[in-house]
């Protein structure tokens, strides 16, 4: 028996949309038809969030409901009205990834299960400048809505007075957004380190409210989530539906309309009228492009009172004055651990008498082998002391497949030349062939924006 499909026609082209009625939102009874044509109606204003910027495919294959999967790297089958670019990844990996104009264009994604979008802060035709600084508010638990509208108040003030103009919106799940277009002469590590500087004087301007602290058992209020400025972060764009049970839309906001907003009245029923009816609150927003240089002068400032850099996320390559990346319960447990049985972890697991750390793993083996390559270049030194048998490649079983880790052992490597064990590639997925429904319960989830 034949699909069933439905055929809409924007841009001037005709996309189809393969099983128009199966249920994307169960409890709001919204169809995947019901995504594609609130983004056919919608389109001027998701279009100026993502117009032109690369972006990664988050997949609901069977709805809202449903786990998603990141797909970085385009279809191998697509149209030739399908545009892509070449991104390269904080681990030295390379991808294509899918470009975006115009709205048949982003129908053809949301076709392929996309609910929501998440483009990079960069265009096509200049991948290492952002144009988009992007403050994140995460709502720690317990946190109210109303301290988040404050907050975000409070960040429109800083950003006021390094002369710079944010625009907010509601994330479509807890919390808020807020962007800043700027100049594209910047890179993605003076970019974030503006935010974390703009973070931290929020902090401390409200220490009640607000916190720039990575780590979840010191934060409290609203995290101001810098990190989602390091290189190869997401973000979901304005006018994206998110996966919510009531289909809850990002929409933008006009600065007096924060007070007092509800992220509830903004769904996929709700906002096409919106937009018809007041136009898009960020339709300005690429008019006038501001300049990062006042608060990476706020950021030298505060370097110079004693704050060095924040930590990165875990797959980032250390950074020379970054603080230590582990946990402080880690800290403690470890600690502890190690003072009463020097062999065994603080999760109770015998440690290793021999130092062995694990540089790669991927799918094939002969991207392991890559990734290998790519460890012994950024530690020269530790690699030149190793030895054949200090190599150790091991071919390990997952539930749908098979996938392989390279370890080294640092035996022959003088104490002070050995490196610390490092995350795995942000673009690494031993599953990222596998197809999504024989995955299993045991593939690598991938953290989601807020």
Same mark, same amino acid.
């Given at each position: ?31 995947? @038809? ?13 279009? %100026?969030?993502?117009?032109? %910027? ?52 982003? @129908? ?18 200049? @991948? ?35 002369? #710079? ?58 995290? #101001? ?11 979901? $764009? ?5 996966? +919510? ?19 509830? +009245?903004?769904?996929?029923? +709700?906002?096409?009228?919106? #937009? ?15 300049? @990062? ?49 020097? +062999? ?47 190599? #150790? ?17 640092? %035996? ?37 924006? $807020?």
């Amino acid at each position: 028996m034949a699909k069933s499909q439905a055929v809409l026609e924007v841009a001037g082209r005709e996309v189809t949309i393969t099983n128009p009625d199966k249920v994307f939102f169960p409890q709001a009874g919204h169809t995947k @038809l019901d995504l594609a044509k609130y983004y056919a109606a919608v389109a001027e204003g998701a279009l %100026r969030g993502i117009s032109a %910027r690369p972006i990664v495919l988050k997949r609901y294959v069977n709805g809202a409901e449903s786990e998603p999967f990141f797909q970085k790297r385009a279809p191998e089958q697509h149209p030739d009205w399908i545009e892509t670019v070449e991104l390269s990844f904080p681990s030295g990996r390379t991808a294509r990834e899918i470009i975006v104009r115009d709205a048949a264009q982003l @129908l053809w994604i949301v076709n392929l299960g996309c609910i929501d979008l998440n483009p990079h802060p960069v265009r096509a035709d200049d @991948l290492e400048h952002p144009d988009e600084l992007r403050v994140d508010l995460d709502p720690g638990p317990g946190t109210a809505w109303d301290d988040i509208r404050r907050v975000a108040l409070i960040v429109r003030d800083v950003l006021t007075e390094h002369q #710079l103009r944010g625009w907010p919106k509601t994330s479509g799940s807890r919390g808020m957004h807020v962007y800043v277009r700027i100049e594209r002469r910047w890179s993605f590590d003076q970019v974030r380190r503006a935010t974390l500087a703009l973070a931290r004087e929020v902090e401390r301007r409200a220490p009640e409210l607000a916190t720039s602290k990575w780590w979840k058992e010191e934060r409290h209020g609203v995290f #101001l989530d810098y990190n989602q400025n390091a290189k190869d972060r997401t973000v979901a $764009s304005a006018w994206s539906v998110r996966a +919510t049970p009531d289909a809850r839309v990002s929409m933008p906001l006009e600065w007096d309309e924060v007070a007092g907003c509800d992220p509830a +009245t903004f769904t996929l029923v +709700t906002a096409p009228a919106r #937009l018809a009816e007041r136009g898009d609150a960020a339709a300005a927003i690429d008019a006038a492009p501001g300049s @990062l240089d006042r608060l990476l002068s706020l950021s030298a400032a505060q370097e110079a009172a004693g704050l060095g850099d924040a930590p990165w996320p875990p797959h980032y390559k250390k950074q020379s004055d970054e603080p230590p990346r582990v946990a402080p319960s880690r800290r403690k447990s470890a600690h502890a651990a190690d003072s009463a049985n020097p +062999t065994k972890t603080g999760s109770g697991r015998r440690r290793s008498t021999q130092p062995l750390i694990t540089v790669a793993k991927a799918r094939h083996k002969e991207d392991a082998l890559a990734g290998l390559e790519r460890w012994k270049a950024r530690h020269p030194a530790a690699a030149a002391h190793l030895q054949v048998d200090d190599v #150790l490649v091991d071919s390990m079983r997952g539930r749908s497949s098979t996938w392989t880790r390279i370890r080294v052992n640092l %035996r022959n490597v003088p104490e002070n030349e050995r490196v610390a064990e490092e995350a795995p590639d942000p673009d690494y997925d031993p599953w990222r062939d596998v197809d999504p429904a024989r995955r299993g319960s045991r593939a690598p989830k991938t953290r989601s924006s $807020s």
